[in-house]
């Protein structure tokens, strides 16, 4: 048996790990257009959902065209803010900021019915990992048309519940808003009164991911309160 010196080891080892990577960030560079164009599809998929229409990935980009028609951003003050892409924020990173340098998207739907509709992002912390989604209200600007929810960790037939269409749709036409105070929505361990205009049920077994859910919404709508207000029927 032939026998190799250490040198010749540590280099042959040396040469093989770099063709590795090369491969490795060549294939990433010629894949990332392709993944970048997938999250746009995803995101336009998931604003959609907000107000019922439901999509494929072939017909994403027709019926989104169709459905929003405008967006722009706000800051803190309920003011306009011009030159910044609605569709690039990302509310994360936005978080992060002092509220003074956050922008706000809003997203603009008009419905088969004629009605238009104001779509927000939401982007919060769960039990095992972030929680997003979409909200949209109806055209009085205080209580909700639609939601979608999604998370990235949450546990399986407990916290993950939030993204599941029984759980979604008890939140439309609860009103965020209590007369003129903003409210949020309360998600009610062992189960809402079926009277209760501000409450939804609980997932049951998921409390901690229901309470991160019910202070991610608070949290982000509040930064609208103004915006709404002022644009209120």
């Not at 909700?144 to 008890?170: C, Q, R």
Request: glycine residues 8%; aromatic residues 10%.
């Amino acid at each position: 048996m032939r026998q190799f010196s250490n040198r010749y080891i540590f280099m042959f080892a040396t040469v093989m790990v770099a063709i590795v990577a090369l491969v490795l960030s060549s294939a990433a560079l010629l894949l990332q257009p392709r993944q970048e164009r997938n999250a746009e599809i995803e995101k336009k998929r998931n604003i959609l959902a907000s107000v019922g229409v439901e999509t494929i990935s072939t017909d994403t980009e027709e019926l989104y065209a169709k459905y929003i028609t405008g967006s722009f951003v706000i800051n803190y003050k309920a003011e306009k803010v011009d030159g910044i892409d609605p569709f690039e924020v990302e509310v994360k990173k936005e978080q992060r900021k002092p509220i003074e340098e956050q922008v706000f998207p809003v997203f603009m739907a008009t419905l088969d019915n004629g009605k238009n509709s104001v779509i927000m992002p939401l982007e919060g912390k769960g039990l095992w990992g972030p929680l997003y989604g979409y909200i949209s209200l109806n055209d009085d600007n205080r209580s909700i048309y639609g939601v979608t929810f999604d998370h990235k960790a949450e546990t399986p037939g407990l916290g993950a519940e939030i993204n599941t269409s029984w759980f979604e749709d008890m939140f439309a036409n609860k009103f965020l808003f209590d007369g003129d105070e903003f409210v949020g929505i309360l998600v009610q361990k062992g189960g809402a009164d079926p009277g209760d205009i501000h409450a939804v049920d609980a997932i049951s077994g998921g409390t901690i991911t229901s309470k991160a859910l019910e202070k991610m919404v608070y949290d982000c709508m509040i930064n609208y309160v103004e915006y709404l207000k002022n644009n209120s029927k």
